[in-house]
């Protein structure tokens, strides 16, 4: 009995003890739980943390944008003097190259003295022909005055004749009418023969020029296309002198940074530094003697390679002058089969054509011989004709007659004013070759040389052995007394933004250090084939030569813009020009930033800062930088 009390007794204490244990337990459970789960949670954030975007945001403001565009060119001077000879003409020497400053009277070409003198003995004979043709020019249409006089006298004799002669026997009047309508029939027959035979020979004519004007236009474009590759070769050399001027500028630059480095050092020394850098100067002087030769050949060597589009530009405008010509000359003989088949169409028809020449003397045929049909069969139908209808037709005769004369009188003065244009032209083409005689004399005067006229700058000469040719100019002297100009090309996008007038900076080199100019844009051409267009500037007093190489810089500032952003917040792929703006985004984590993207339209733009059309608010955060690559819809966080 004691012992199972005892036994309860002791149970009795043990349970008190069990249950603290439990919630000793439980409590180190959930402190356990609580504690995992906060670590869990720092382990997401930074995960989250270090997976997600940060961003940099900015909003649109106003800004003032700056344009800014550089360009390379050449000065030269701003009136060059052209001097033409005629063609042929052989240089045995040339006396002042490419470049060369001259004075006037200085001999710039000798020519082959029995070529000049041949050359001469030919423009004299070719004058004294002009003054012929202009002798002649002043008796046109006189010869046709006298011949329709004669023929008004013969008419008047004609009804003499008649006069005389009009007792007739019915047979005689027979014999003529048969003998009258032979006439008539041979008439007939020979006025559609010259009818047919003009419409022939004007579609010969016209078969002909087309295939003439094919054969001027195919080798006019083949002309051109060779042009065309010229053009290319010279373009090729002229990049190819470049990248090598450039390379050799940059290993320049590099030496004399090297020698200024090695000089700083020295310069900077102390006292106690026994640092030698007498050879490595020497070895960096020599390096840069070395890139300065190398920049000098390159430079020069790029100068040499400059190219021009002229040679093109002539074979383009040759071609469209033989399409025009040769075009002319097709709607010509066009025009000339039309009328031909009119004049056979009114033959046909028995229609009036007396104004066309070609077939104006069998009509006139025609017309005689039924005249004098018609009066023969009124004699034989009757003869009791009376002498006074003999004498009206006689007259008719003798009025045609009169009027023929009144036609060549009138057609006289048509023929002295095409004269008088005749003479005028030739005595222009005269005085041309007069002035081509007086400076061939002057050459031959001095010697066989070529004097310049005045004071300047050779931009052009021939060379030893070529001959002078029609059209071209055998000498280009520029005259430094008007001043130089600066001519460069920009492309089209970059000077749409600049306007005459608009200030620039102008650098060059003279006496091997870097010069600067302030200019003014004087013109602005129109783009050409590959969009680019001619920038030229007036330049200040100074020293120049033509040809020198130069860099003009462009700067203007456009109007305030409110709708800017900065550059680096510009995007672009397949669907166009576009931003990332920052969308609000609720989430299990809480509110997070979310990547949209806007469409814009980019209106202007500098180095920095752009004006844009979009559907943007001045609220908006638009991302401008970003650590990691972002797309749409991609979680970011806004950096401090």
């Known amino acids: 009995m004691r012992l199972q009390i005892g036994e309860k007794l002791r149970e009795q204490k043990a349970m008190p003890l069990i249950e603290d244990r439990v919630q000793r337990m439980a409590v180190y459970l959930m402190i356990g739980f609580f504690a995992f789960m906060l670590v869990c949670t720092i382990i997401s954030r930074v995960s989250h943390s270090f997976t997600t975007a940060h961003v940099s945001v900015a909003s649109m403001t106003g800004k003032t944008l700056m344009n800014r565009a550089e360009m390379e060119g050449i000065i030269h001077a701003s009136a060059e003097k052209g001097i033409s000879l005629p063609d042929g003409l052989k240089a045995v020497s040339v006396n002042a190259g490419k470049g060369k400053s001259v004075e006037k009277g200085e001999a710039l070409i000798?020519?082959?003295?029995?070529?000049?003198?041949?050359?001469?003995?030919?423009?004299?004979?070719?004058?004294?022909?002009?003054?012929?043709?202009?002798?002649?020019?002043?008796?046109?249409?006189?010869?046709?005055v006298i011949e329709a006089q004669r023929k008004l006298v013969d008419a008047q004799k004609a009804y003499e004749r008649i006069a005389a002669k009009y007792a007739?026997?019915?047979?005689?009047?027979?014999?003529?009418?048969?003998?009258?309508?032979?006439?008539?029939?041979?008439?007939?027959?020979?006025?559609?023969?010259?009818?047919?035979?003009?419409?022939?020979?004007?579609?010969?004519?016209?078969?002909?020029?087309?295939?003439?004007?094919?054969?001027?236009?195919?080798?006019?474009?083949?002309?051109?296309?060779?042009?065309?590759?010229?053009?290319?070769?010279?373009e090729d050399n002229y990049q190819q002198a470049f990248e090598t001027y450039e390379q050799a500028k940059e290993e320049l630059d590099m030496a004399n940074q090297r020698?200024?480095?090695?000089?700083?050092?020295?310069?900077?020394?102390?006292?106690?530094?026994?640092?030698?850098?007498?050879?490595?100067?020497?070895?960096?002087?020599?390096?840069?003697?070395?890139?300065?030769?190398?920049?000098?050949?390159?430079?020069?060597?790029?100068?040499?390679?400059?190219?021009?589009?002229?040679?093109?530009?002539?074979?383009?405008?040759?071609?469209?002058?033989?399409?025009?010509?040769?075009?002319?000359?097709?709607?010509?003989?066009?025009?000339?089969?039309?009328?031909?088949?009119?004049?056979?169409?009114?033959?046909?028809?028995?229609?009036?054509?007396?104004?066309?020449?070609?077939?104006?003397?069998?009509?006139?045929?025609?017309?005689?011989?039924?005249?004098?049909?018609?009066?023969?069969?009124?004699?034989?139908?009757?003869?009791?004709?009376?002498?006074?209808?003999?004498?009206?037709?006689?007259?008719?005769?003798?009025e045609t007659a009169q009027a023929a004369l009144e036609d060549a009188r009138r057609q006289a003065e048509v023929l002295q004013k095409e004269g008088e244009i005749d003479r005028i032209?030739?005595?222009?083409?005269?005085?041309?070759?007069?002035?081509?005689?007086?400076?061939?004399?002057?050459?031959?005067?001095?010697?066989?040389?070529?004097?310049?006229p005045a004071p300047g700058t050779v931009v052009r000469t021939l060379e030893r052995g070529d001959k002078t040719k029609e059209g071209e100019d055998a000498v280009i002297l520029s005259s430094a007394d008007r001043g130089f100009v600066f001519e460069g090309k920009l492309d089209k996008d970059s000077a749409r933004r600049f306007s005459a007038g608009d200030k620039g900076e102008l650098y060059y080199k003279l006496d091997g250090s870097t010069q600067k100019a302030d200019v003014e844009i004087h013109s602005i051409s129109t783009p050409d084939e590959s969009d680019q267009v001619l920038v030229t500037a007036v330049l200040p007093e100074g020293g120049y030569t033509s040809g020198m190489q130069a860099q003009l810089f462009l700067s203007t500032k456009s109007e305030t813009y409110q709708n800017c952003l900065p550059l680096t917040a510009l995007r672009s792929d397949s669907g166009g020009d576009h931003v990332f703006v920052l969308r609000r985004q609720s989430s299990v984590l809480g509110t997070e930033w979310v990547i949209a993207r806007v469409d814009i339209t980019v209106k202007e733009r500098d180095s920095q800062m752009m004006y844009v059309d979009g559907a943007l608010t001045y609220s908006d955060q638009v991302v401008i930088s970003s650590n990691k690559i972002i797309s749409e819809g991609d979680r970011v966080r806004i950096e401090n």
Not at 112 to 121: G, L, Q, S, Y
Not at 170 to 175: D, G, N, P
Not at 190 to 217: C, G, P, T, W, Y
Not at 426 to 452: F, M, T, V
Request: hydrophobic share 30%; charged share 45%.
């Open 168 to 234: 007739r026997t019915e047979e005689r009047l027979k014999e003529d009418y048969t003998k009258l309508e032979e006439t008539l029939a041979d008439a007939e027959k020979n006025l559609m023969n010259k009818a047919e035979s003009l419409v022939k020979e004007a579609r010969e004519n016209l078969q002909n020029v087309r295939e003439d004007a094919e054969d001027a236009i195919r080798a006019a474009e083949q002309a051109l296309d060779e042009e065309s590759e010229h053009l290319d070769d010279s």
């Open 110 to 144: 000798e020519f082959d003295v029995p070529a000049v003198e041949e050359r001469i003995k030919k423009l004299e004979e070719e004058i004294r022909i002009l003054n012929l043709r202009i002798d002649l020019s002043a008796n046109n249409g006189g010869n046709d």
């Open 425 to 452: 032209t030739c005595e222009s083409e005269r005085s041309d070759k007069e002035k081509s005689r007086a400076a061939l004399q002057e050459i031959l005067d001095h010697g066989g040389c070529l004097l310049a």
């Open 259 to 398: 020698v200024s480095e090695i000089k700083e050092a020295i310069a900077g020394k102390q006292p106690d530094d026994a640092t030698d850098y007498t050879e490595e100067l020497k070895e960096a002087e020599e390096e840069r003697s070395i890139a300065q030769k190398a920049f000098n050949q390159a430079q020069k060597e790029l100068s040499k390679a400059d190219y021009t589009s002229s040679s093109y530009d002539r074979a383009d405008d040759d071609l469209d002058s033989i399409k025009r010509r040769w075009k002319r000359k097709i709607d010509k003989a066009k025009d000339a089969l039309y009328k031909a088949e009119i004049v056979l169409e009114a033959v046909r028809e028995g229609k009036d054509f007396s104004t066309e020449s070609a077939v104006n003397e069998a009509q006139a045929a025609i017309d005689t011989a039924r005249e004098a049909l018609n009066r023969a069969r009124r004699e034989s139908e009757d003869n009791q004709y009376s002498e006074e209808e003999e004498l009206y037709a006689a007259g008719r005769a003798v």
